[in-house]
């Protein structure tokens, strides 16, 4: 029979009720058994509020204890799991609430008044809130309810979640993830990164997105662990909590912060048995440097609220600077050409697609999109560009949206942004693409220094030599920060509008 993470979860807290799964910042702990009766209150109050198995359960909360149970909660009942991001405005959550149309919509309770006009105008039927200490009306409805859940009996492709993808190119897409989804991939991730009961996780992400939701909280079900639960990410708390922990997951803002404190040391990381990074690129700079300061070789891994994880560098082998490592167990991964969907050779840069349990359902309601994205041999074309070397490790080499075609020729942002990475004084680079009126596009490359004294001139001079003259920016703009979002992904789009303009303004 194919595993499910409740009835893991559930097993789990009735064979060992005493063991930790949640830790929190005060180091408090839920039990696997406290845990597990709380979700069993929390199923009988979203049942009795009219939650039934297939329904939407809407979240939009505070990272908290009782947040991250209402995932587990839901699961007991049967329903579709819909966490929302916690920055998106009223007028976002309109749409993703008229779209899916939950049954229940748990909100903070300072959104009151803006969530209760908009749940009266879209007829959505029950609301419960949820504030970071417990403050609202879902934890005072739990008394009424029994600790003991019968668990509704659910399919492996019956629906676990809809996660919203950040829909920067256009509208929110909701991603159907299946119970069997969710549960295979966990699985593969626990036994390759060699999780045990024994480990415990420093979890400083949010848990609206796949990896802080997802990759941590079910691995951490299908091994038995314990959580650290963090309610943001903060490095002065994660150096605090370190010595108490044996994984972090984060995404590469996490490294490169810690990085910057001198108080992350080798001595404090000697006892980590593993650190793995994903949701965006990792530069090879920041693999590299952390080797150095720690002795740690991060783990980089990638995977998207479609498919789960994909890939992943190994955790005995060599975890490659700059590549996202080997497909998983069960992962097929090929190379196609984007604009004909043959298949490319080894070595070759083309469209990234992928095929295994971990791969969605489709889109909610969006028949159309589905069939673009999804072929009809099972293989979902990502959306991310990529190449193969020929020990099988995977280099993304950009987003398809993000590919720069300068003069006819093909520039692919990762490779210019690996080598302005590597110029002693910077932080960070992105390289975009901007209207040139000869060129079609012009290469652009944003930079964040470390070193102030650093100019364009150096930047462009380090270049020289290093690559073809087409992928060479023509211009190289400082800024104190890139712009990035939650998941620590920097924001091209917003970086292709700011300097749409700039190659126009010079020949007018
Ligand atoms: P999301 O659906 O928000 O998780 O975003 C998924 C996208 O993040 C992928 O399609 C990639 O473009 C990017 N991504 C995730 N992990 C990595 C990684 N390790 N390296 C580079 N890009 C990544």
Known sequence: MEQDLFATFQTRALAAPDAPFLILPDLSVITYGAALARCGQMAGLFHAAGVHAGDRLAVQVEKSADALLTYLAAQCIGAVYLPLNTAYTPAEVRFFLSDAAPALFIHRPQDEAAMAALCDELGVPARLTLGAAGEGTLVPGLSAHGANPTPHAVGPQDLAAILYTSGTTGRSKGAMLTRAN?????????????????????????????????????????????????????????????????????????????????????????????????????????????????????????????????????????????????????????????????????????GIEVRGPNVFKGYWQMPEKTAEELRADGFFITGDMGVVDAAGYVSIVGRAKDLIICGGFNVYPAEVEALIDAIPGIAESAVIGVPHPDMGEGVVAVVQARDAALDEAAVLAALQGELARFKQPRRVIFVPELPRNTMGKIQKKALREAHADLFAAKVN
Not at 221 to 249: H, N, Q, T, Y
Request: proline share 8%.
């Open 182 to 350: 969710l549960a295979s991939n966990a699985f593969t991730l626990k036994d390759y990164w060699r999780f045990s009961a024994d480990d415990v996780l420093l979890h400083a992400l949010p848990i609206f997105h796949t990896h802080g939701l997802f990759v941590a909280t079910n691995i951490t079900i299908a091994a038995g662990s314990a959580i650290i639960l963090c309610p943001k990410f903060d490095v002065a708390e994660l150096i605090r909590l370190m010595p108490r922990a044996s994984v972090l997951m984060g995404v590469p803002t996490f490294y490169t912060r810690l990085l910057a404190d001198p108080a992350f040391t080798r001595d404090l990381v000697a006892h980590m048995r593993l650190f793995v990074s994903g949701s965006a690129p990792l530069s090879a700079e920041t693999h590299k440097e952390f080797s150095a300061r720690t002795g740690h070789a991060i783990l980089e891994r990638y995977g998207m609220t479609e498919t789960n994880m994909n890939t992943s560098n190994p955790y005995e082998g060599p975890r490659i600077p700059g590549s996202v490592g080997l497909p998983l167990p069960g992962v097929e991964l090929r190379i196609t050409d984007p604009d004909t969907g043959a298949v490319l050779p080894q070595g070759a840069v083309g």
